[in-house]
């Protein structure tokens, strides 16, 4: 493994990212913020990035052994973990250290194995931060964001779907349900949120997409995330309505999102739970 220098890094920021828009949104949030970016780049990170950080490296899935000496190296104290992985990685994938923090665990679901590896790397002098500390205003609201308002059958899938969504998430399988006049038509597993919505946009034009947090979701990983891309997905499977959990859920591309949204006629929702449950 290799960077360009090797000099300390005072306040530096790590950032371990995977596939997707989002380690480059919160790359450009961290510098905009002064701090020195230490990226460590898994196998489908944008290869962008390496002119965004001031040191990259090139790591494997589960390298933590790498991953720990490269942020000690610039006195890199905190880190970001965001970006697409594939979940098949907790198979077969990693160092020594990280197969034994894995076989230290319960069980190898996502939250199992995150919260066993932040008191880990806290053990090593190293903290996860949220992306929302970087870059708050991803935060989808409790509010409507199109000119498109959900009809009362779609408001009626809106709170079963987040009801579900959200059973499904407590469990680790998934964050992302779609459904039409109350009828289930696709759950999320570890084929992630697309695959479910061409399942389910399969089955039926004018369905409903929901993504949903888990109950006592950890904002510092896997946060549910969607964009301009996954309106575009709804608009060719002739998706009606997105809604998602307001204040856990980001939003790329919000402007890009909001106007395909509304050229398409989906209507694009972030929901409070609390005021669904009532």
Known sequence: MRSDTASPARDAIGLIAGGGTLPLVLAKAVKARGHPLVCLALDDADASL??????????????????????????????????????????DRGDALFRRWLGEAPDRRDQTVFRRGVQRLHDLGVDVASPLEFAPELAVPADVLTRRVPTEPEWHDIRLGLSVARAVAALDAGQTVVLKRGVILAVEAAEGTDAAIRRGGGLAAGTVVVKAARPDQDPRFDLPTIGAQTVALLQDVGAAVLAVEAGKTLLLDRHEAVAVADQAGIALVGVDVAEAGR
Request: aromatic content about 4%; charged content about 25%; cysteine-free.
């Open 50 to 91: 390496v002119s965004l950080a001031d040191h990259t490296y090139h790591v494997r899935f589960g390298q933590v052994e790498d991953v720990i000496a490269a942020l000690r190296r610039h006195g890199a104290r905190r880190v970001l973990m965001v970006g697409r992985v594939s979940r098949t990685d907790l198979v």
